[in-house]
DNA sequence: CATAAAATCCTGTTTTTAGGGGATTGTTTT
DNA sequence: AAAACAATCCCCTAAAAACAGGATTTTATG
């Protein structure tokens, strides 16, 4: 039985590595690719494959979303998460949102060939370098925040003080502050610096700084 | 006469997406590859490429500088950026260290050949994005800053307070101060929750975060 | 060698955060 | 219905950062 690969990339050269990788494996059928989410969902209305190979950072939406959407309208699609980084919080939401494996891109191709046929079998197959993370890390989770402990993380980061937090949410500063000393113990540090460097790490914070 | 490259990347899909693209092209000559930047200066004592396509990121050493050495120990070779992102700060300090031109990674097979017969011509080659970003952002200029200030930079962003810096440096508190007012000057910021963010945006701070 | 730039240090004041305690009202969730 | 959580508010203290306005010495660089 042949193994049908989509993947999705927005980089071009990965997408034709991959597809020089896999060409001459019998065993794998090239569907194609996308370079975008929106693409992707669009590809699946009409066919789907065995194994998608998704990117983690694409332009429309994150992988982790996309992965998300993917399996809960096609649960049969194995998804293997792809990235330049050996994040592991990126790695844990990738397999909470059904991903079966995580493949880093200095993958050779033997690691490729291998994580397909892993997923194929509905075993999780991860990078061995992936692997050490995870463990390594295990300490480092990421917290889990509200809603409003968010938008207060948010103002932070485009460099509000508390008081000027307090008057745009309608609060008083003192909620502000407590809001802080929340966001400041979930993320197990001791100040803004080590706080707004960690979310923009996990990408809590978006890039493109809003003009107020 | 055919054109010979060769290639610094540390994903091994990448340097394959990039064999795939050039392969049919007859007048250029694939010379082989690097995953980094120690292996690229050995090669280089060897043989010397015509051309040198370096991704920004690498494991030992940054693009930025390898690119820096090449140039002064091997001027005749003309360098070509390569990343996933469209930096302008670090397209800029490519260039200043003598590149020839910046490719981004989804850039198509024809982009690739153009970019590498253009720079063979002593011209400068910048995907279409890049001259884009280079112009859009002109405004909002990456601020030059010293060797001290970057110390200091990613002190702050390790969640040190100035005393606990001025310790590990060796230097006074104020001076440490003085540092960081010069940096808030700088990014024209007010306060560290921006520097943070601004400076994990342009890359300054790696994301990997040192044990002490 | 002269000038500019970088790195160092200082004295202040004001504002903002961090840390330690609380407490009250709702809203989920079990 | 009780427990857990979220969001709100308060007091107090100490530490840290921001703001202002200097100065000196070293190190590059034309």
Chains 1, 2 share one sequence.
């Not at 370079?35 to 669009?42: G, R, V």
């Not at 792809?82 to 993958?107: R, V």
Request: glycine content about 4%.
């Amino acid at each position: 039985m042949v193994i049908k690969v989509f993947i999705v990339d927005d980089h071009y050269m990965v997408i034709e590595g991959i597809r020089s990788l896999l060409q001459n494996e019998k065993s794998i059928e090239w569907m194609g690719h996308a370079m975008n989410a929106a693409s992707c969902l669009a590809f699946l209305q009409q066919q789907q494959p065995d194994v998608i190979l998704m990117d983690i950072n694409l332009p429309d939406m994150s992988g982790i979303d996309l992965c998300k959407e993917v399996k809960m309208k096609y649960p049969s699609i194995h998804i293997i998460g792809l990235s330049s980084f050996n994040q592991q919080s990126f790695i844990q939401k990738m397999l909470d949102n059904g991903a079966s494996g995580y493949l880093l891109k200095n993958a050779t191709r033997e690691e490729l060939v291998y994580a397909i046929k892993t997923v194929i079998e509905g075993e999780i197959f991860l990078s061995d370098e992936v692997e050490l993370t995870v463990q390594k890390n295990e300490d480092s989770k990421v917290p889990i925040i509200t809603r409003r402990e968010m938008e207060v993380l948010l103002l932070i980061a485009d460099g509000l003080t508390n008081n000027e937090i307090a008057i745009k949410l309608f609060i008083s500063t003192t909620t502000v502050d407590t809001h802080r000393k929340n966001l400041l113990a979930k993320f197990e540090v001791k100040n803004t610096a080590s706080l707004i460097r960690m979310a923009a790490q996990i990408q809590l914070i978006p890039f493109i700084k809003p003009k107020n």
